[in-house]
């Protein structure tokens, strides 16, 4: 019988396991064998291939002859050992789901699924699942670009009326009664909301278009988050919230794009103020940790309830907080914030629990952190 | 040119809500004087003897675009280099950069608030008197 390090192909299965188990292993490989999926197995040590599918194999033109002493790295002329090997790392770290990644490939996008299966007496194996995505990134494209469309063609009548009753409500047309004033009003605010929504899909278009400015360029991260600060105050008086700068750091020199992360930190900060309590406290933070600058905004809002955690960062996915009172908002203010983050490179997370208040922060990793000069605990006062 | 006070506004954009929120905007809210034409070709023919101090121009219209007007416009010898301001859709403000760089006094995205414009606008002139 075959060695199970042997196994390359249907042959070597059924010289694997006997003739008494052939047809049900048969069975199953033919479906593994045939699927229109890319399967690779490799080993988690050498990374060498065990064994990759007919659809895996057609794909970089191998047979499965030619697959002993092949490694997955020889897949792909650009494939990183490194990057790959910190990227699976979460799964020898315990994490059960699968980890996706997109990748675009010469002959078009594909979606790679891997994970960890341990085999007794063999080791460690990758199981990588690739899917050719093409379709589904075309049809994306196609929608986002009816969205925007859509978007352009509601903005020119939205204007006219956004203008019309911004004169109305002045009274520099004609002074109203309070019934009409109310309306007017009314029709004013529903307006305004209405705008917002097509300006945050205008801005979702953009980043996934590319068309947004991501210039990268040294900058001061402090400066820009008081900046910020600055920014939400008068919304923060309005709502009677304080704000804090709670910042460890003096003056830190990085590399990102002072517009994008001003728009992510009013993000923040809107929420957080729109979440908090009459008299509570909006937190910045900014710490160093293990050479990586970390940002953060926390309330002491309702927080958010688990099963609202999975969403947050979706588009039109506004969250309920654990009060049950929806607060207003677009509901793409965080799709925004999050697709702002991935491209600069700066992971994203949050802790929220209820009765205590959410903490969204980002961070910015060691490579793109040129200067730092820590001052210890300083705090900037209230606002 | 720009020491004078700001007086005369010649503002061209197709959409006619627009045109009628700009002159309340302009004329009521603020103090100018404010004549408008539907498009490049109908302000270019009637243009003569307005002496506007400011041309206000949309920036996507059929035809002749904003950016087609100004040139037209300044072309004459009587409007040459006149300051120009130029409304743009959000969407566009890729082209802001391009305007500016080409002579544009300021680039104002929509939507534009009707209470605040003649400010603005007020605002651009005197920096660029100042300057």
New interface residues.
């Given amino acids: 019988m075959q060695s199970k390090a042997d196994i390359q192909s249907h042959s070597d299965i059924l010289a694997c396991v006997g003739e008494a188990n052939a047809p049900k292993f048969a069975f199953q490989e033919k479906i593994l064998e045939d699927l229109q999926d890319g399967v690779y197995v490799y080993n988690c040590d050498t990374l060498k291939i065990r064994y990759m599918n007919a659809a895996a194999r057609e794909r970089h033109g191998w047979s499965a002859e030619e697959l002993p002493g092949k490694r997955i790295g020889d897949t792909a002329a650009t494939f990183n050992v490194d990057v790959f090997m910190r990227v699976m790392a979460p799964l020898h770290a315990g994490r059960t789901e699968p980890i996706t990644l997109e990748v675009v490939h010469p002959t078009g996008p594909v979606e790679i699924s891997t994970s960890l299966m341990e085999i007794a007496g063999e080791g460690s194996f990758y199981v990588s699942v690739l899917r050719d995505i093409a379709n589904r990134k075309s049809a994306e494209i196609q929608k986002v670009q009816t969205v ?1 469309t859509v978007s ?1 063609e509601l ?6 009326i ?3 009753l ?2 109305l409500k ?1 009274g ?2 004609a002074s109203l009664d309070q019934k009409s004033q109310d309306l007017v009003d009314m029709a004013a605010r529903n307006t305004d909301r209405l ?1 917002n929504i097509v ?1 945050d899909i ?1 801005d979702l278009e ?1 980043i996934n278009s590319n ?1 947004m ?1 991501f210039s990268i360029e040294e900058m001061d991260i402090v400066d820009c988050i008081h900046d910020s600060v600055e920014l939400v105050a008068g919304a923060a008086w309005e709502n009677q919230v304080q704000l804090k700068i709670d910042s460890e750091i003096l003056d830190a020199k990085v590399l990102g794009n002072r517009e994008r992360i001003g728009q992510v930190m009013t993000n923040f900060a809107s929420n957080a103020i729109k979440y908090s309590p009459e008299g509570g406290t909006v937190r910045f933070g900014i710490a160093l940790q293990d050479d990586s600058i970390v940002v953060s905004v926390s309330d002491e809002g309702p927080g958010l309830a688990k099963d609202q955690h999975g969403t947050l960062f979706k588009p039109f996915s506004q969250a309920r907080a654990a009060d049950g009172r929806v607060r207003p908002g677009t509901g793409l203010g965080l799709a925004i914030v999050g697709a702002i983050l991935q491209r600069l490179e700066y992971p994203v997370d949050f802790h929220s629990e209820v009765g205590k208040g959410s903490s969204f922060f980002f961070r910015i990793p060691p490579h793109l952190v040129k200067s730092v000069e820590s001052l210890g605990a300083r705090d900037a006062g209230n606002r | 040119m720009a020491a004078q006070p700001l007086k005369r506004i010649l503002h061209v954009d197709d ?1 006619d ?2 045109r ?2 700009i002159k ?2 302009l004329e ?2 603020g103090s100018f004087e404010v004549h408008q034409f539907p498009s490049g070709e109908a302000a270019v023919n009637g243009a003569e003897g307005l002496d506007p101090q400011l041309l206000l121009l949309d920036v996507m219209m059929p035809d002749m675009s904003g950016e087609d007007v100004w040139r037209a416009l300044t072309a004459r010898p009587e409007l040459k280099g006149l300051p120009t301001v130029f409304l743009t ?3 566009e403000d ?1 082209f802001s950069e391009e305007l500016l760089q080409k002579g544009a006094l300021a680039v104002i995205t ?6 605040t414009i003649a400010s603005q606008i007020e605002e651009i002139w005197n920096q660029t008197a100042q300057g």
Avoid: E, F, Q, Y
């Fill in positions: 925007s352009h903005r020119t009548p939205l204007t006219s956004h203008g019309a911004r004169l002045s520099v047309v705008l300006n205008l953009k068309k400015d | 959409d809500d627009i009628v929120i309340l905007a009521t809210v859709a959000k969407a890729s929509k939507p534009v608030d009707p209470m």
